[in-house]
């Protein structure tokens, strides 16, 4: 018997100690188990959690045919739906993860763990692009049909019980519910904005959401099921339709941010190094999708709550100026004490222009404060801009050259 100490582990990280599997699975009988678990009482739920899962990943032999596929993932559904009735969330993609780390084969027993293909949570959006080559938004209906929005700033509204969508308040597009056939559940629309672009819908109960340039929304024509869940990649303002038996689930690439009925803003472009939410009104949950067992941080008004993807930190901090997140779909951008790449960033997608510039020039800059009116011409903020930020520049086409630091 192992002499380690497991007190203060965390499941995830029980799962991804080799010594602690291999006692999990070295151990037999009653008295063995007894003794263990009194050795580390203060982690005795985490261990009993942690052994449960490692036993799904048991297989006898080294080869997995489809039956044994099959009742693999069926083990897993039913372990997550007993997590789910406990709060906690469950997550397959990071079943990957632990899957990995019990990839070893052992000579006592010849157990073989498994290692797992990636299943993402995250929905799989259409291979159209949203980069700066598409002139306008696009509207993908669920049967496959495309629809080119045409306006700068259009709007999309689900018409309730019709199986239609009208487009900028006079076109009226049909959209019968089409069905995915490998898992017999309905298809998603998809809205898709690019650079220099902006849009708003109304989902099917009534729900309103504001997308920016360069993001895209994928949604059911209606809600079924116990949640209302739509896929995000990039910034948009919801104001959520109150429904305490159906929440709403903003699911983006690493959290999920889960409502009932409030006004906040979500920012998760896929280029970016973290995900965002500021909070207006109301409450949500905000949920890291990467661990196993990640409890929800409750986020109240006024709150901004920010996941780094490179560290996996959650930070929650309170924000005064919670507006100034929201001021873009008015077409204003406030930015206090943020760095001029950040700020750069954002232009490049309002505008739908490439900036280039030595790292040099602006790795010395300090953050920057101001408020730039996004209705006015690319001239008139680059002259703001570049004032605020210290720096002389050339605009060619769609292109800013950064040349030279004034100070």
């Not at 029980?14 to 070295?26: K, N, R, S, T, Y």
């Not at 100026?321 to 008015?330: L, R």
Request: charged share 25%; aromatic share 10%.
């Amino acid at each position: 018997m192992t002499g380690k100490k497991y007190s203060g582990y965390s499941v995830d990280e029980l799962l991804h100690d080799h010594e602690f599997v291999l006692i999990v699975l070295g151990m037999t009988s009653k008295e063995e188990w007894d003794e263990f678990l009194q050795s580390n009482h203060e982690s005795k739920d985490n261990i009993l959690k942690a052994k449960k899962i490692i036993r799904l990943f048991i297989v006898q032999d080294g080869k997995l045919d489809d039956a044994k596929k099959s009742q693999l993932w069926e083990n897993i559904s039913r372990y997550n739906i007993e997590v789910s009735g406990n709060n906690k969330l469950f997550r397959i993609r990071a079943l990957v993860k632990i899957a990995a780390s019990l990839l070893i084969i052992l000579s006592i027993g010849g157990l073989l763990y498994l290692n797992l293909k990636p299943l993402k949570n995250q929905y799989q959006f259409s291979e159209i692009s949203n980069d700066s080559k598409s002139k306008n938004p696009l509207l993908v209906l669920s049967n496959g049909k495309k629809v080119d929005l045409q306006k700068t700033e259009s709007k999309i509204t689900v018409l309730k019980g019709q199986n239609a969508i009208q487009i900028n308040n006079d076109t009226v597009v049909e959209n019968r519910i089409a069905i995915d056939k490998n898992t017999n559940r309905a298809k998603l629309n998809e809205v898709i904005i690019p650079f220099g672009k902006k849009s708003n819908l109304v989902l099917g109960d009534g729900t309103k959401v504001w997308l920016n340039a360069g993001s895209r929304l994928a949604f059911p024509s209606k809600f079924d099921g116990n949640k209302r869940e739509v896929y995000l990649d990039g910034e948009a303002y919801f104001e959520v339709v109150k429904n305490v038996k159906q929440p709403f689930v903003v699911s983006t690439n690493s959290v999920n941010v889960e409502v009932l009925g409030t006004k906040f803003n979500v920012s998760a472009y896929h280029s970016d190094d973290f995900c965002e939410t500021v909070l207006l009104e109301g409450s949500v949950n905000f949920c890291d999708k990467d661990k196993l067992f990640s409890d929800k941080v409750l986020v109240s008004p006024n709150q901004r709550i920010t996941y780094s993807k490179t560290s996996k930190e959650i930070v929650l901090k309170s924000e005064p100026d919670a507006a100034m997140y929201v001021a873009w779909v008015e077409g204003w951008y406030p930015f206090k004490n943020e760095s001029i790449e950040q700020v750069i960033r954002k232009i490049e997608r309002f505008y739908n222009v490439k900036f280039e510039y030595d790292q040099k020039i602006i790795s010395g800059s300090l953050p920057v404060s101001g408020k730039l009116d996004l209705k006015n011409s690319m001239d008139e903020v680059m002259v703001i801009l570049s004032k605020v930020a210290k720096f002389n520049y050339v605009i060619s086409g769609n292109s800013v050259l950064i040349v030279n630091d004034t100070k």
